[in-house]
Antibody, heavy 125, light 107 residues
Framework: EVQLLESGGGLVQPGGSLRLSCAAS????????MSWVRQAPGKGLEWVSA????????YYADSVKGRFTISRDNSKNTLYLQMNSLRAEDTAVYYC??????????????????WGQGTMVTVSS | DIQMTQSPSTLSASVGDRVTITCRAS??????LAWYQQKPGKAPKLLIY???SLESGVPSRFSGSGSGTEFTLTISSLQPDDFATYYC?????????FGGGTKVEIK
């Protein structure tokens, strides 16, 4: 079964750091670009960052550029999101998501066909 | 960034109704558009990709159409399991962006 399982969320003070992980199973992890998408409480979806299958290319939303770093370890089938200088507006459920091979995008990522269950990040003093 | 605008933001409908949700892009995105369904406390589920391609396992009552800047998601006969929030997403350019969502409620 294809599955993504996030971990690492929690409560952190403004200015603090947190590292999220996403363990993948059931597919050839290194063959697919991966993304992080977040959803603030009661709000819509916001794409955060993406990484190519090899890890050689990364992409970020302007709202997190310079503060967040996406990475992956293909030997461990795991995706990461290092979040530094956290702000109250970063409070959200963070989902990892797998790129849909058939979405046909010329970008590194297109549509997302598999999502994790999400991990909650709360930034508050 | 490309802005995605969905309408309506809320829709009240009955079981059996035909439902249409619109998504407009601030500039042309060709057919690089996906639709998702999300239920409370759950992750989004992919319904449609490349504007009109039905994801495997998704009921055929869901369909997508459009290209350029205007797109629609249609549910041909609303079922009890379809009451949820629906989002469009463009993948024509970075940053990838989502519409604000359309909540389909029971009338």
């Amino acid at each position: 079964e294809v599955q993504l399982l996030e971990s690492g969320g929690g409560l952190v003070q403004p200015g603090g750091s947190l590292r999220l992980s996403c363990a993948a199973s059931g597919f050839t992890f290194s063959s697919y670009a991966m993304s992080w998408v977040r959803q603030a409480p009661g709000k819509g979806l916001e794409w955060v960052s993406a990484i190519s299958g090899s890890g050689g290319s990364t992409y970020y939303a302007d709202s997190v550029k310079g503060r967040f770093t996406i990475s992956r370890d293909n030997s461990k089938n795991t995706l990461y999101l290092q979040m530094n200088s956290l702000r109250a507006e970063d409070t959200a459920v963070y989902y990892c998501a797998k790129d849909h091979e058939g979405s046909g995008s010329y970008l590194a990522v297109g549509a997302f066909d598999i999502w994790g269950q999400g991990t909650m990040v709360t930034v508050s003093s | 960034d490309i802005q995605m605008t969905q309408s309506p933001s809320t829709l009240s409908a009955s079981v059996g109704d035909r439902v249409t949700i619109t998504c407009r892009a601030s500039q042309s995105i060709s057919s690089w558009l996906a639709w998702y369904q999300q239920k409370p406390g759950k992750a989004p589920k992919l319904l449609i990709y490349k504007a009109s391609s039905l994801e495997s396992g998704v009921p055929s009552r869901f369909s997508g159409s459009g290209s350029g800047t205007e797109f629609t998601l249609t549910i041909s006969s609303l079922q009890p399991d379809d009451f949820a929030t629906y989002y469009c997403q463009q993948y024509n350019s970075y940053s990838l962006t989502f519409g604000g969502g359309t909540k389909v409620e029971i009338k």
